[in-house]
């Protein structure tokens, strides 16, 4: 079964990439291997094309202000770099986008894609801020940074839909009452136990007892996990359990991020968590490097810095609004 909030997840993610290729695609030095392989995602998925006309039917409408911004000179003292040319020049562009989005009513959900899931929520969080909730039933909850929830605690039904983010669950013993999570595609059994779902990385983790996990999409039968056991969604099928180290999967809880040779692309998502406003990799081949060190989970910049100093890349930062990570 296909729910709503999961094609709601596709539209956000084909827009999310649309935007980065728009940004990309406008850089003076965009190359013919960027442009043959904006083309390829492009015929992946007819959804792209749709995104894709969205975002430039926006930028059309905002090309004027972002040409007054850019020409208000702003950019110059903004780029840290003393670096000259087409690069830098596209980076003006790219930021002036940005700005010029935020002036208009559809720039408020384009830095902030949650705010729709938390206007629908029970429960929700902003970026950048952490909360405990005692459920209907007893049952705590910790919610990371941009996260909803919807809950049902009526009668005989414990049950909760992760509309977006990062949640610990420590769920009452009751062998009457079942506890389920539906996260997506992932779904979620319990009857009393400790345990995490992630649900943009498609996660569960255990940190005490026993859940089952299924794939809503699939028919094999339920991924059954243990003390500090997790398991994700890999290739499009839920993989088998590993093992993990708590200190660093639970880091969150305590206000903490913890990152072992993260990828880029697990960088921003913390990133996204941790503050306001989209976060954007303008070249893809940036995704490939890895970030290792433990920050505040109320530091984002603390990160960014990190990825300057230790991995030479370039940040083009508007508060509240939107990050560029280039080279």
Do not use: C
């Not at 909030?5 to 013919?32: C, I, K, Q, Y």
């Not at 894709?52 to 926006?58: F, N, Q």
């Not at 977006?164 to 136990?193: C, I, K, M, N």
């Not at 920050?295 to 609004?321: M, N």
């Amino acid at each position: 079964m296909v729910f709503a909030s999961d094609n709601r997840d596709d539209r956000e993610r084909a827009s999310r990439e649309a935007t980065e290729w728009f940004v990309r695609l406008n850089n003076p030095l965009a190359s013919d291997e960027t442009r043959r392989a904006y083309r390829a995602w492009l015929k992946a998925d007819p959804a792209h094309h749709d995104a894709m006309v969205d975002i430039s039917e926006l930028w059309g409408a905002l090309d004027r202000p972002a040409a007054r911004l850019a020409a208000a000179g702003w950019h110059r003292s903004a780029v840290a770099s003393p670096r000259r040319g087409p690069l830098k020049l596209g980076l003006r562009f790219a930021a002036a986008a940005v700005i010029a989005m935020v002036l208009t009513g559809g720039g408020a959900i384009w830095r902030d894609p949650g705010m729709i899931d938390r206007a629908f929520a029970d429960v929700a969080t902003q970026p950048g801020e952490r909360r405990e909730v005692r459920l209907a039933d007893g049952s705590l909850v910790m919610l990371d940074g941009g996260t909803a929830l919807k809950t049902d605690m009526v009668g005989g039904v414990r049950a909760i839909t992760m509309l977006r983010g990062r949640v610990w669950f420590e769920v009452v013993a009751d062998r009457q009452r079942p506890f389920t999570v539906h996260a997506g595609r992932v779904d979620v059994l319990v009857h009393g136990t400790a345990f995490e779902v992630d649900r943009e990385a498609g996660a569960v983790t255990v940190e005490h007892g026993k859940v089952a996990v299924s794939d809503a999409e699939a028919t094999r039968g339920p991924v059954n996990l243990t003390n500090w056991q997790r398991v994700s969604l890999k290739d499009g099928a839920l993989g088998a359990p590993e093992a993990v180290d708590p200190e660093q999967v639970f880091a969150w809880r305590r206000g903490l991020i913890v990152l072992d040779r993260a990828p880029l692309s697990r960088v921003v998502k913390e990133l996204d968590n941790m503050a306001a406003g989209r976060v954007l990799i303008i070249d893809p081949e940036l995704r490939r490097m890895t970030l290792s060190g433990t920050f505040r989970a109320d530091d984002p910049g603390a990160v960014l810095e990190a990825l300057r100093s230790t991995l030479g890349v370039r940040t083009l930062s508007v508060p509240g609004f939107a990050t560029l990570i280039y080279r």
